[in-house]
C-alpha cells in the first residue's frame, strides 16, 4: 500500500515525465487548443492562468496571441520544462507558480482569463479548484475548460474511469458534461458554447507518457478484451488497443 497522499502521486507520474508531455503530439496540437488561441486574440493585453499547465501547450498558445501567461502546475519539473520550452520558443510573458489548483496563491480578479486542458481529471476537488477560479477571474473574464470526459451512459463511464486508473494511479475522474456543466454552475459560472472532440489516444505512446506498468498495461488489454461489443464500439477500440478517447471545451462566464 501507498504511503502518498494523492499530491504526492501527481508529483511523482508526472514531474519525470514532464518532457514527454512538452513533446507529446496529443496535447500539442489540436481544435480545442485553436481556440483557445483564438478567444485568447479577443482579449487584448489580457493575463492568463494556465491552471494546471502540465507541458505548457496553453500557455504558449496564449502567449503566443499576446497574453500575459501565469502557468500554475503542482509539479516543478514540469514548470521547468515549460520555462525551459517557452524560452527555445522565444515567448518571454511566461512566468511560472507551484501550486495546486484548489488553492491558488492570487488575489481576487486577477486575471482576464483562466485555462485549463487536460489536468481537471487529476484534480482532488474539481468544485473547490473552480471557486478558486471564479475567485481569482475578473466579473467580466472567461473561463474555458478542456478535458477528457466520460460518457453519460454509466456502461461507458466505468470502462474509461477502469482503464484510466490502471495507467495513471493519479487518475481522479473523467467528470460528464452534465457533471461538468453542474459544477461550474454551483461555482459560479454560466456554462456556454461547448467543442466536442474524439482524438486517437495511440496505444504504445499512451501507456509509455506514464510509465504505465507491464501488469498494469495487461490488465488494461485485458479489459478491452473483454469489453462488450457497446464499449468497443464507442471507444473504437483497436486491435492494437488504441482508442478514441471523448474530450470537451467549454467556455463559462462568471455570473
Not at 18 to 29: D, F, N, P
Not at 199 to 219: D, F, G, K, L, Q
Amino acid at each position: 500500500m501507498s504511503a502518498r497522499n494523492h499530491a504526492g502521486h501527481v508529483v511523482d507520474q508526472f514531474g519525470a515525465q514532464a518532457a514527454a508531455y512538452v513533446t507529446s503530439a496529443v496535447h500539442a496540437a489540436g481544435a480545442d487548443l485553436d481556440r483557445i488561441g483564438a478567444l485568447v486574440r479577443g482579449l487584448p493585453g489580457a493575463r492568463v492562468l494556465d491552471l494546471g499547465c502540465g507541458g505548457g501547450h496553453v500557455a504558449f498558445a496564449a502567449a503566443a496571441a499576446g497574453a500575459a501567461v501565469t502557468a500554475y502546475d503542482l509539479s516543478a519539473e514540469m514548470l521547468a520544462a515549460v520555462t525551459a520550452e517557452a524560452g527555445r520558443r522565444g515567448l518571454d510573458r511566461i512566468e511560472t507558480r507551484q501550486g495546486a489548483a484548489e488553492s491558488l496563491p492570487f488575489p481576487d480578479a486577477a486575471f482576464d482569463a483562466v485555462l485549463t486542458r487536460y489536468s481537471a481529471h487529476h484534480w482532488r476537488d474539481v468544485p473547490a479548484a473552480l471557486a478558486e477560479a471564479r475567485r481569482v477571474l475578473k466579473p467580466e473574464g472567461l473561463l474555458v475548460v478542456c478535458d477528457a470526459v466520460a460518457p453519460e451512459e454509466p456502461l461507458l463511464d466505468t470502462h474509461l474511469q477502469a482503464v484510466e486508473l490502471l495507467r495513471d494511479p493519479s487518475h481522479v475522474r473523467d467528470y460528464r458534461v452534465s457533471e461538468w456543466r453542474r459544477m461550474l454552475e454551483i461555482a459560479g459560472f454560466v456554462p456556454g458554447e461547448a467543442l466536442a472532440s474524439r482524438p486517437r489516444m495511440e496505444y504504445a505512446s499512451w501507456i509509455a507518457r506514464m510509465r504505465t506498468p507491464e501488469v498494469n498495461a495487461a490488465a488494461i488489454r485485458a479489459l478491452q478484451a473483454s469489453a462488450p461489443v457497446e464499449v468497443a464500439a464507442h471507444f473504437a477500440i483497436e486491435a492494437d488497443g488504441s482508442f478514441l478517447l471523448d474530450s470537451v471545451l467549454i467556455e463559462a462566464r462568471p455570473r
